[in-house]
């Protein structure tokens, strides 16, 4: 059965969007990892685009068209209800064929920004190559620094990365924090998640770092190290200060006056979270005064305090990071201490599933070109429940025209200044005319052999689960001069053993590089020299190493 069409515009200053929803029964179908039900609506995403400047008119026009149209679609429906099924299916048609023409001329017109799909070549988002979570944007001296926890479930280390640009990522070894410098009798023995890194009135930076369930803090110099225990061997808050709540997810936040606040706290068994606030003293390690319990309503951990015309916005994650649940919320109060009362556009991030966008949150507010900028983790695809694998993507954050914060549009593209990452002079890409083949391929719509060439982190090349060794082959259409790969591996923090070869036939081939001493190579991007002429590559991992542990995200060629 099929109701009356309904087409929504809201019209924002921020942005536009342009749907089509459809209500009638369908069958359940599945579609990546979760299903559609029978009673859903169909929804057709037209557009999302920012109105033009001095688009008042634009957006009027448009809208007032979009009124007429709905009031079209009403009658149709009803007509064709009453007509019957082959009146109905007549007037839809030429429903369509007056809807599709005006959304063509209105998209070139204006220049529609439709939003890219989880597999588009190019997407912006993830930001980052592997899995890594609970990210902190530090910008400094013109570079960005995103530190992060190691997925799945944290690891003896963190993540580092730095960027000239917000495109290209280096993966940066940091001395510390380290579980072996960060356990005490009461820590509870479980990894090092969750740094917050800030800069203080002194111009020292600290690090605030998660390591089982209490909170450790760092002092350095600059933001890659060397760190050291700003404490000597003991935690900023120990495990057991309260131990019915979980004392993880410490949070900074540096006022405009110097003044400094940490924030923290989770629940246990993914219940009764907790959030504590307190003011620092100078020295960045001593409180100023007791914490006090300044939770929000519908709070379970994360808290990260964004400061917007004179208000404070404790934002924060409820629900569980393991399932489909975990979103961002948020709260105003008049003070950094509170009290703080959840605004209504509460949550402003959660996960839309038709768009493969799942499980958001952990985030961390920045500021770059004037405007700002939600940086979180979100679940790799497929989504598996109850698993740990999330990757950091980023969006624009906007406040309202009366002084709150918008809901946020999680995309696949991210902004603009995010996109754009492929290197000029690549020639393992589809645009030259390069083709990646396998050994083997593990099951599945988001691994593949030509994933490798896509420039887009969400993807990758995985050898089957079964696989004892295996190979990753480019053929770049032509014999080139070959200078170098650059290669992007699953996972930057663990060891890859493999050779690399050329051929001219894609039948005999000639080593160029072993990587196999000393159990393999990590970090990101790992740069392999191979000065010469090839018209195939091949990376080749020893049958000692089972597919399972084979993962390459992108490989490029220069």
């Known amino acids: 059965m099929c109701s009356s069409p309904v087409i929504s515009c809201p019209c924002m200053p921020a942005m536009m969007e342009i749907r089509l929803v459809i209500a009638f029964s369908i069958p359940a179908a599945s579609r990546s990892a979760r299903r559609w039900s029978s009673d859903q609506p169909f929804e057709v995403y037209l557009a999302r685009m920012p109105p033009p400047d001095g688009g008042g008119i634009f957006v009027n026009a448009v809208c007032s068209s979009i009124l007429i149209l709905s009031l079209l679609a009403m009658a149709t429906s009803l007509h064709s209800f009453l007509a019957g099924p082959v009146m109905l299916m007549k007037n839809l048609r030429s429903f369509f064929l007056v809807l599709i023409p005006l959304y063509a001329y209105g998209a070139a017109a204006f220049g529609k920004q439709v939003e890219v799909i989880w597999e588009t070549a190019h997407a912006g988002n993830p930001v980052l190559p592997g899995y890594f979570a609970d990210p902190s944007v530090l910008v400094q001296d013109g570079k960005f620094f995103v530190y992060a926890t190691n997925d799945p479930w944290g690891g003896e280390t963190?993540?580092?990365?730095?960027?000239?640009?917000?495109?290209?990522?280096?993966?940066?070894?940091?001395n510390w924090p380290t579980k072996a410098a960060c356990t005490s009798a009461t820590s509870k023995g479980a990894m090092v998640w969750a740094p917050s890194v800030v800069r203080a009135k002194s111009g020292e930076f600290f690090m605030y770092v998660s390591v089982g369930s209490e909170v450790w803090v760092g002092v350095a110099d600059a933001p890659l190290g060397p760190w050291k225990n700003a404490l000597g061997d003991k935690p900023l808050i120990a495990g057991n200060w309260k131990p019915e709540f979980?004392?993880?997810?410490?949070?900074?936040?540096?006022?405009?006056?110097?003044?400094?606040?940490?924030?923290?706290?989770?629940?246990?068994?993914?219940?009764n979270g907790r959030c504590f606030a307190v003011k620092l003293k100078a020295d960045m390690v001593t409180f100023d005064g007791e914490p006090r319990d300044v939770t929000p309503a519908n709070y379970f951990e994360a808290p990260f305090m964004v400061k917007q015309g004179g208000k404070y916005f404790l934002t924060y994650s409820n629900g569980k990071t393991i399932s489909d649940t975990y979103e961002v919320r948020a709260a105003v109060g008049d003070s950094p201490l509170g009290p703080f009362v959840e605004i209504g556009e509460s949550p402003i991030l959660a996960s839309n599933m038709r768009n493969d966008l799942i499980s958001p949150g952990h985030h961390a507010v920045f500021a770059h070109g004037g405007k700002s900028y939600i940086a979180y983790h979100r679940h790799r695809l497929p989504f598996e429940e109850n698993t740990a694998f999330r990757q950091?993507?980023?969006?624009?954050?906007?406040?309202?025209?009366?002084?709150?914060?918008?809901?946020?549009?999680?995309?696949?593209?991210g902004p603009a200044f995010v996109q754009g990452r492929a290197m000029a002079g690549n020639l393992a890409t589809t645009e030259a005319g390069a083709v990646a083949t396998a050994s083997s391929v593990a099951?599945?719509?988001?691994?593949?052999?030509?994933?490798?060439?896509?420039?887009?982190?969400?993807?990758?090349?995985?050898a089957s689960a079964e696989a004892k060794g295996g190979w990753l082959q480019l053929d770049l259409g032509a014999t080139k001069a070959v200078k170098k790969s650059v290669l992007r591996f699953e996972y930057a923090w663990k060891k890859y053993a493999f050779t690399l070869?050329?051929?001219?036939?894609?039948?005999?081939?000639?080593?160029?590089?072993?990587?196999?001493?000393?159990?393999?190579?990590?970090?990101?991007?790992?740069?392999?020299?191979?000065?010469?002429?090839?018209?195939?590559?091949?990376?080749?991992?020893?049958?000692?190493?089972?597919?399972?542990?084979i993962g390459v995200i992108e490989w490029a060629v220069f």
């Not at 730095?162 to 280096?170: C, G, I, L």
């Not at 004392?247 to 629940?267: C, N, P, Q, R, T």
């Not at 993507?393 to 593209?413: P, R, W």
Request: hydrophobic residues 40%.
């Open 158 to 174: 963190l993540g580092c990365w730095e960027s000239a640009d917000f495109k290209q990522w280096t993966f940066r070894a940091l």
């Open 246 to 271: 979980h004392m993880i997810d410490a949070e900074a936040f540096v006022d405009a006056d110097g003044s400094a606040y940490l924030y923290w706290g989770s629940g246990w068994n993914w219940t």
């Open 392 to 413: 950091v993507c980023v969006d624009e954050l906007t406040f309202t025209d009366y002084g709150t914060i918008n809901k946020v549009v999680a995309t696949h593209s």
């Open 443 to 462: 099951p599945g719509q988001f691994s593949g052999a030509a994933r490798v060439i896509d420039d887009n982190y969400a993807t990758l090349w995985t």
């Open 501 to 549: 070869e050329s051929s001219a036939d894609g039948k005999t081939w000639k080593r160029l590089s072993d990587q196999r001493a000393g159990g393999g190579v990590s970090g990101s991007p790992v740069t392999v020299e191979h000065a010469g002429e090839a018209r195939y590559l091949r990376i080749v991992f020893p049958g000692t190493v089972a597919g399972k542990e």
